[in-house]
């Protein structure tokens, strides 16, 4: 008699899980900007797929009508500072939006498809607020159509020269240029190396990665990327160039998709990725972006090198390879055989058993806080608000300060690449991934311990006008271990250890509450204990 089988075992399924409190808090630093109090009481009291619904049904909050009126109000004649309105709405969306979950993923998406302000002209008022919008739009949708509005983006054919490229010339050596070809391959699609299904290399006979795309492509994909300019004029020649982008008040030029202008696109054979479009005396630009782009994200790499990707954005810098390739069957196929579907993606990345299940979490699981989520977290967990509406933060960008800004990334790799691993040290030893540790530097440490006790005793912003609220954590100012346990629960979901735990607590014992001073003492302890967690390592590290 044979034996019987053994038994199928379902994989447990996260999206029925009602979690408690810690586990509430941890879902939302990895799929908001951070815990808050209102936010876990309402997780608790749901599932994490029921969760996931409500926030994929929320309108989404748009800086574009934000940043028009605040260029229509009487403040924006006078003030110099030309991108002001997007940088304050990016603030208090990022803040205080109600579609918490699709602002953090439009964050994550801008650090994926860089788009600096750092090399927009600051005439470019509306752009930068139409592209963040545009990567909020495409958040749950679809990556194919992602990669089209990112490559008719106004702000991206700026910022990587493929707005007005000009088609090649062999008479005067003139060839198109290759840079938004080379970037939308390296760094939005494919990557650089050949992947397996789970992000791992493939490797050739002598062992080496083998390259995904070769000069030659990157030659043949720039021709594509020909004869795209502004759109919302007529497509004429005088309206072609690109140094339109430097007249201010350019109107919707700024904000709607480019468009064709026929006389500049190239008409010669382009091959890609063992792709050829034939050399065509009326070849159709908008057909060769078709065929440029279904080739892309159709191509065996975009799965894994997208999804990983994804992953280091909102939950850990190194994803076990099964973790990668659960994530990318997911963007191959949503289940209903569609791929690239962006929700079903955002899904498997946050409900995977790697994200969910804390007690089987490795020792190298987890990613470093960059500085603006920190500062975000800190400004959603304690309700910071501007007292006049308007969140003047300005950039953070200093090294004095936060050492980073969104949407102000030094160059297309971000202010880190997710490749990145330190170069000595125990994660260098372990041959281990930590992007933020690129921008992370003894400077950077010291600053942002300053900038959060700025920010705590006084405030942020032009006046110190943002303040954020600790009434409810003076309600337990005069028990230091209940003030410390509701910090440990909101900021790191309970993942401070006992040692932490006691240094912050001697420190909150150590400030006295006299008869005369009561309101003032107990507040100092709140802002010391406050501080003491945003600087723990425990808190650091986003395990």
Not at 271 to 295: E, H, K, Q, R
Not at 336 to 364: C, I, M, Q, Y
């Amino acid at each position: 008699m044979s034996p019987a089988p053994d038994p199928v075992i379902a994989a447990f399924s996260w999206s029925s899980y009602q979690p408690a409190m810690p586990e509430a808090s941890r879902f939302l630093s990895q799929a908001t900007f951070g815990a808050t109090q209102p936010g876990m009481e309402s997780l608790t009291a749901s599932t994490y797929g029921a969760w996931l619904t409500q926030q994929f049904s929320i309108p989404q909050s748009l800086h574009l009508p934000n940043t028009d009126a605040y260029l229509a109000s009487d403040e924006a004649v006078t003030d110099p500072r030309q991108q002001v309105g997007f940088i304050r709405s990016m603030w208090k969306s990022f803040t205080a939006g109600p579609d918490a979950l699709r602002q953090r993923v439009a964050f994550a998406l801008s650090e994926i498809f860089v788009a600096s302000l750092s090399l927009l002209s600051g005439h470019q008022r509306r752009s930068p607020s139409a592209y963040l919008d545009m990567l909020g739009r495409n958040a749950f949708g679809n990556f194919r159509t992602l990669i089209e509005d990112v490559s008719l983006s106004p702000a991206m054919g700026v910022f990587l020269s493929h707005l007005a490229n000009e088609k090649e010339d062999p008479a005067t050596g003139r060839t198109a240029d290759e840079n938004y070809a080379r970037e939308i391959m390296q760094l939005f699609t494919i990557g650089l190396n050949q992947l397996n299904m789970d992000g791992t290399l493939k490797r050739g006979s002598d062992g080496q990665p083998i390259d995904t795309y070769t000069n030659a492509d990157i030659t043949g994909l720039a021709k594509v990327f020909t004869g795209f300019s502004w759109g919302a004029l007529p497509a004429i020649e005088k309206n072609y160039p690109a140094v339109l982008g430097l007249v201010k008040n350019a109107g919707d030029r700024e904000v709607v998709p480019m468009q064709v202008y026929p006389g500049h696109h190239s008409t010669s054979e382009k091959s890609f990725l063992g792709v050829t479009i034939p050399s065509n005396a009326a070849a159709d630009a908008m057909s060769d972006l078709t065929i440029a782009l279904d080739t892309l994200f159709l191509h065996a790499n975009t799965a894994p090198f997208f999804s990983k990707q994804l992953i280091q954005r909102l939950v850990t810098s190194n994803p076990s390879p099964a973790y990668v390739g659960r994530v990318a069957a997911v963007f191959v196929n949503n289940g209903a055989g569609v791929r690239g579907d962006l929700k079903a993606v955002v899904s498997a990345v946050l409900l995977d058993d790697e994200a969910r299940n804390f007690a089987a979490l490795t020792p190298v699981a987890g990613k470093l806080r960059e500085p603006v989520v920190r500062l975000i977290q800190w400004m959603r967990a304690f309700g910071a608000t501007s007292a006049d509406g308007r969140f003047l933060m300005g950039r953070t960008v200093s090294p004095a300060f936060l050492g980073q800004s969104p949407m102000i990334a030094p160059s297309v790799f971000n202010f880190f690449r997710p490749g990145y691993t330190p170069s000595s040290g125990k994660t260098a030893d372990l041959n281990l991934l930590a992007p933020e540790a690129q921008i992370t530097q003894e400077l950077s440490v010291v600053s942002y311990v300053n900038f959060m006790t700025r920010a705590i005793n006084v405030g942020l912003g032009d006046n110190n006008d943002i303040q954020p609220d600790f009434s409810p954590q003076l309600k337990l100012a005069d028990d230091p271990d209940a003030l410390v346990a509701n910090l440990n629960l909101l900021i790191t979901a309970n993942q401070l250890g006992a040692t932490t735990k006691a240094l912050i607590r001697d420190a909150i014992a150590s400030v006295p509450i006299a008869t005369d001073t009561a309101d003032r003492d107990r507040l100092n302890r709140v802002k010391i204990a406050v501080l003491m967690t945003m600087v723990a390592p425990e808190y650091l590290v986003q395990k």
